[in-house]
């Protein structure tokens, strides 16, 4: 699978990342099973590119991870995770997260974006990925915390980068405009776009342009908007940002399928392989569940699309 670099790093990632968010228990229990069985399909597919988080199933995806790349030569894969969450243990357990893993909640998150946070929230990974270094680092949802974030956080991954602890730095979120301002204020590698760069919605071409200017790549997550994109009809319970998608964006998805089935592939083709469109995009990275999702994840990306279907959907 072809590679490309992030930034100015020496970071190389595949095209096509498997996103470990489902690892964690994403809305739904996976099996351990399931969970190997997903990462050994998407190792035989080529995807060399993983990213994880403390996030995803409080811990629970990057174990699963680090089980999964344990044999695997440590020279031919890419792991990115975040810093931002520090992982505590929980006080008062209800036994279940209250957020979107199903997962036990013996412990709970703590935003912390100062440098001795981020030290202590890569060191904590470390332990649970089993490795001994992570490739690409990121800054987790830090909208709230931006100032810190770009006056703490970030120079304290640039020093570990200078020190050769991490290879690259980054800042992922949900919207644009911060980080926008990441690329323009700080010394990153690369950004972490969700949903904010697909085939219907492209709100962060601003950033896009921005972050080309600068030589920063751009990891675009979230492609199929949270499954709205993921059929090759969207439902009428489809979901767009987790929730219901107003009419004018189903409306949208819909029209785009259309156009799609036109020229002879499918919506999921044209959304899992739009972002690789512009130059700034290193990897499009995908949340995988089943070694299905890998192989249909695969199919997509390699899909030949007519160079006319991209311009058959309604204008954004």
């Not at 970071?11 to 690892?23: C, D, I, R, S």
């Not at 409080?58 to 680090?66: N, P, Q, T």
């Not at 008062?92 to 703590?110: A, I, M, W, Y």
């Not at 890998?294 to 279907?309: D, G, M, Q, T, Y």
């Amino acid at each position: 699978m072809p590679t490309r670099r992030l930034g100015g790093s020496n970071v190389q990632v595949t095209e096509l990342g498997f996103g470990a968010a489902p690892l964690g228990n994403l809305f739904a229990p996976l099996s351990d099973e399931d969970a190997q069985g997903a990462l050994d399909a998407a190792w035989d597919a080529g995807i060399r590119y993983f990213d994880t988080a403390p996030h995803y199933g409080l811990g629970l995806s990057e174990r699963r991870l680090g089980r999964a790349l344990a044999a695997r030569p440590r020279s031919e894969f890419t792991v990115s995770t975040k810093v931002g969450r520090l992982l505590v243990d929980n006080p008062r357990p209800t036994g279940k997260d209250p957020d979107l893993f199903d997962v036990p909640d013996e412990l709970v998150r703590q935003r912390d974006y100062s440098a001795s946070g981020v030290r202590r929230s890569l060191d904590d990974s470390l332990e649970r990925l089993g490795l001994d270094r992570v490739d690409y680092v990121l800054v987790h949802d830090a909208e709230e915390y931006l100032d810190q974030a770009i006056e703490e956080a970030i120079p304290a991954l640039v020093r570990l980068r200078e020190e050769g602890v991490i290879g690259a730095v980054g800042v992922g979120m949900n919207q644009w405009q911060s980080l926008h301002r990441v690329v323009v204020e700080s010394e990153v590698d690369a950004v972490m776009l969700a949903g904010r760069w697909t085939l219907v919605n492209r709100t962060g071409e601003p950033l896009m342009a921005e972050a080309e200017r600068r030589g920063v790549s751009v990891v675009a997550a979230a492609a199929y908007n949270s499954g709205l994109l993921a059929s090759p009809w969207p439902a009428d319970d489809a979901r767009y940002d987790y929730r219901p998608p107003p009419a004018a964006m189903l409306a949208k998805a819909r029209a785009w399928a259309e156009a799609a089935r036109a020229h002879g592939v499918e919506l999921p083709d044209l959304a899992l392989q739009f972002p690789l469109r512009h130059p700034a995009t290193a990897a499009v990275v995908v949340g995988l569940r089943s070694a299905a999702e890998v192989a249909a994840a695969v199919e997509r990306l390699r899909r030949p699309v007519p160079p006319e279907a991209w311009h058959a959907g309604p204008e954004d």
